[in-house]
């Protein structure tokens, strides 16, 4: 049986990442403010600057430092000490889904205005446009430094490798692409529309599993350190782990109606999962 550990947080849970220290850090996209979590179980509350800032996605950086998208257009920093600032830069449009690849190079998804743009100081110092409608999700780079991307209305995945996207169609048609995670050796990604994970093989190939039901919804994803991946299902209160060959191995039921969103997988190969409207996140350790 699974231990689950709940750490109440308020606000609507959203995005979790963990940080330099072994603490967890999560967005609340409800109060305009972030949670850290501390090892000892302490729970720590930063509001931002702005009531209507909504901090969404929340990724690692390069040193030791974390970056969260928000609402009203602006991205915002956690150094390693634990200061909370925004970047000097307001975008023409929401940012959502982040990442910063190995060269520190900061890249955001504006969803709205369908580009993907890389930033330097308080400009856009590169922009990417995806098809009219795509809507650019969320962001992931793999280990040879290529950057992929869900485009949710384009129902494709995206690879962006010298300033140039390519787009890769997805066989099931409306399948909804949201959360992305790279391995040493694919990609995965959620099908929220239809209910299934995908997987881009290292070959170019795209694969689609079942998760045993259509309407579970799978959100977002990330990498399970040995080929497979741990996804939240947020209409069926659920998390999922996902092997190398697409089978769940794993699902760990959570309080009904609790819409599981972000998570990260802790040093200790514990998942920590944000709860938005159970104001809450768990930990999750898998064992005997």
């Known amino acids: 049986m699974p231990r689950i550990d709940r750490h109440d947080v308020g606000g609507g849970a959203y995005g979790v990442a963990m940080g330099y220290s072994g603490e ?153 692409p949201v959360g992305i995670a790279a391995t040493t050796d694919g990609v995965w990604f959620t099908e929220i529309a239809a209910g299934r994970i995908g997987h881009i093989t290292g070959g170019g190939d795209v694969e689609e599993f079942d998760l045993g039901d259509p309407e579970c919804r799978p959100h977002a994803v990330v990498d399970a350190s040995d080929g497979g991946c741990w996804a939240t299902l947020w209409a069926a209160s659920a998390v999922v782990r996902v092997d190398s060959a697409g089978l769940v191995t794993d699902r760990v039921e959570l309080p009904s109606g609790s819409e599981p969103h972000g998570l990260a997988v802790g040093p200790d190969g514990s998942v920590w999962v944000a709860l938005e409207t159970a104001r809450a996140v768990v930990r999750i350790t898998i064992g005997p």
């Open 24 to 176: 967890v850090w999560v967005t609340l996209a409800d109060a305009s403010a972030l949670a850290r979590i501390d090892p000892d179980g302490a729970v720590d509350r930063f509001d931002l600057d702005r009531p209507d800032s909504r901090p969404m996605v929340l990724v690692p950086g390069v040193d030791d430092d974390l970056y969260f998208s928000c609402g009203d257009g602006r991205i915002g920093r956690v150094d390693r000490d634990g200061r909370v600032t925004s970047l000097p830069i307001q975008l023409p449009a929401a940012p959502y889904g982040l990442c910063v690849p190995g060269l520190g190079r900061l890249w955001c998804a504006l969803l709205s205005e369908d580009r993907i743009v890389r930033l330097e100081g308080d400009h856009i110092a590169e922009s990417i446009s995806t098809p009219p409608g795509a809507m650019p999700s969320l962001l992931v780079a793999d280990p040879n430094g290529m950057l992929w991307c869900t485009m949710h209305g384009a129902n494709a995945i995206g690879a962006i490798a010298g300033g140039r996207l390519r787009v890769i169609p997805l066989p099931t048609a409306s399948a909804g």
